[in-house]
């Protein structure tokens, strides 16, 4: 009884599985504050968009997100075989990863507590909807 129930749970954790294309970068030495700046430039614009404002952004990050939205694109082409012509970024979002203490020296004995701020960078793209072009347009009020 419980193989054929854990089966169950499986079919349905696949059913509402999300198979756009992603990719992740966990543990990135950037602060969550500064990756939002870049991640809100690029976010709903298509592919070849977002690469000229990462190439261009004089932001540390930029590079970064630059190379992990060169592998989310990779996966589309790759794993999915979609066309990266047709590709928009759905969703980019960095959150709070974990935080490195670091103490620096100052005088007469004291310490000041130094946060070295990691993050979580996370990008879903997804294919734009066919646009019905003006042709296409004409046929369908022709057959009617």
């Avoid at 599985?17 to 504050?33: F, G, S």
């Avoid at 000041?112 to 734009?128: A, F, G, H, Q, T």
């Amino acid at each position: 009884m419980a193989n054929g129930h854990r089966t169950q749970i499986k079919r349905a954790r696949n059913a509402v599985k999300d198979t756009r294309p992603h990719a992740k970068l966990t543990y990135a030495r950037i602060p969550v504050q500064k990756a939002c700046f870049v991640m809100d430039a690029i976010r709903g614009k298509d592919v070849t968009t977002a690469i000229g404002i990462l190439e261009y952004n004089p932001r540390y990050a930029s590079g970064v997100i630059l190379k992990l939205l060169n592998s989310a694109v990779a996966n589309a082409e790759n794993n999915l075989g979609m066309n990266a012509a047709n590709l928009y970024i759905a969703e980019a979002n960095a959150s709070d990863g974990p935080i490195m203490k670091r103490i620096q020296p100052r005088a007469q004995g004291r310490a000041y507590r130094i946060l070295k701020r990691m993050s979580n960078l996370y990008i879903v793209l997804d294919e734009k909807k066919a646009e019905k072009t003006e042709e296409q347009n004409a046929e369908t009020a022709a057959e009617k």
